[in-house]
């Protein structure tokens, strides 16, 4: 799709690297984490809600029946769940 289609009220500047003109796209792909032209991060906040749900079901599943402590079953929530959100 032609620049002025993507973004018909936005003027840009044409960018040169090494003599190839550098394209302008809607999403991108940096440090495993998708980037939005729009400035969203949306499509990130779904892919890691999946993943936190993955985790939870998992823990559920193996871990948490056999675990009566609720001081454990915090500690392993918020070690393996709360970090697939950061």
Same mark, same amino acid.
């Given at each position: 799709?032609?620049?002025?289609?993507?973004?018909?009220?936005? &003027? #840009?500047? !044409?960018?040169?690297?090494?003599?190839? =003109?550098? =394209?302008?796209? !809607?999403? *991108?792909? #940096?440090? =495993?984490? &998708?980037?939005?032209?729009?400035?969203?991060?949306?499509?990130?906040?779904?892919?890691?809600?999946?993943?936190?749900?993955?985790?939870?079901?998992?823990?559920?599943?193996?871990? *948490?029946?056999?675990?009566?402590?609720?001081?454990?079953?915090?500690?392993? *929530?918020?070690?393996?769940?709360?970090?697939?959100?950061?």
């Amino acid at each position: 799709m032609p620049v002025t289609e993507m973004y018909p009220s936005i &003027p #840009y500047a !044409q960018v040169y690297i090494s003599g190839t =003109e550098v =394209e302008l796209v !809607q999403s *991108f792909v #940096y440090l =495993e984490s &998708p980037l939005e032209a729009k400035g969203t991060c949306d499509t990130e906040m779904r892919r890691r809600m999946a993943t936190e749900g993955e985790v939870v079901n998992r823990l559920c599943k193996s871990v *948490f029946k056999r675990i009566d402590s609720l001081d454990l079953k915090l500690t392993l *929530f918020n070690t393996c769940v709360l970090l697939c959100l950061w």
